[in-house]
DNA sequence: CAAGGAGTCCTCTGAGTGTA
DNA sequence: TACACTCAGAGGACTCCTTG
């Protein structure tokens, strides 16, 4: 599903009205005829559509995040792909206030960039990798890995976040990244190392224990990784369930 | 182990729309 | 124009549940 084919978030359109529309066939903006409902909302179609295509040629994913109903933020994935930003972090604890961040990866543009705490992780390095990502996509990133970041770094993400936990929630994906992954069949080369794992690494780490880093990192880089996988995965689904044809 | 975003379910209101 | 009906959308109270 692209934004293109959407008509929920204009003032009025919700899910019922929307299917409607694409029962009569319209299923793109292309194809939009106010006829298909009412005077009133298809004036506002029809604005949509016309500054939509606007904000649709400047890559404005921040514009179709604000329009969309949140629920709906799925919908930007397949649109704005390749300006997403998949992002994944280990830190010692779960607490942000008390607890410091290790690693970050992230994966952008086909490339994966893991930035180490005592090394690279620093509050500019984090802002140049961020700079491009217009859409950031996580796992629980809404309540973890932004608030952690943003707690331990001067660093500001707020912007267009699409968190797969949520989605994964609405066809019925539930249980954590691991669970997730293993219901839709993602495969890992180390299934037997979680999130706790990584607090204990890094410790070993720290007191000098050969291999703990590096174990830890392509831990990390693997979660991000996966991350792209399983949008792409859980957006087509949705797409199947929602959109008419 | 900390912590709050988002979903669910509910009610209520009123705009929008089609019909007569 | 009057009316009935459908929905959208907002607000409140509650629950769920994940991250290292």
Redesign the pocket.
């Known amino acids: 599903m692209r934004v293109e084919n959407s008509f929920i978030g204009v003032?009025?359109?919700?899910?019922?009205?929307?299917r409607s529309i694409w029962e009569q066939g319209v299923t793109h903006w292309d194809e939009f005829e106010p006829g298909v409902?009412?005077?009133?909302?298809?004036d506002r179609i029809q604005r949509f559509i016309e500054e939509g295509r606007d904000h649709l040629d400047a890559a404005d994913v921040a514009y179709f995040d604000h329009q969309f109903?949140?629920?709906e933020q799925w919908r930007l994935y397949e649109t704005f792909r390749d300006r997403a930003c998949f992002f994944?972090?280990?830190?010692t604890?779960?607490?942000e206030?008390r607890n410091q961040v290790?690693t970050v990866s992230l994966h952008q543009d086909g490339e994966t960039e893991t930035l180490v705490a005592g090394d690279d992780l620093t509050a500019g390095n984090l802002r140049a990798a961020f700079a491009d990502a217009d859409l950031l996509v996580t796992?629980?990133g809404?309540?973890?890995d932004v608030p952690f970041l943003e707690a331990n770094f001067d660093i500001d993400l707020q912007r267009p976040h699409l968190?797969l936990?949520?989605t994964c929630?609405?066809i019925g994906l539930?249980?954590?990244?691991?669970q997730v992954e293993k219901d839709i069949g993602i495969e890992r080369d180390r299934p037997d190392i979680s999130?706790?794992d990584?607090?204990r690494l890094w410790r070993e780490h720290e007191s000098g224990r050969d291999g703990a880093l590096e174990t830890l990192v392509s831990y990390n880089r693997e979660?991000t990784v996966n991350l792209r996988t399983l949008a792409d995965e859980v957006t087509g689904s949705l797409h199947d369930d929602v959109f008419v044809r």
């Open positions: 003032d009025g359109v919700g899910e019922q009205t929307e409902v009412g005077g009133k909302r298809g109903p949140n629920s994944d972090i280990e830190t604890g779960l607490d206030q290790t796992f629980n809404k309540r973890f968190d936990m949520y929630k609405k539930s249980g954590g990244l691991k999130g706790r990584a607090v979660d």
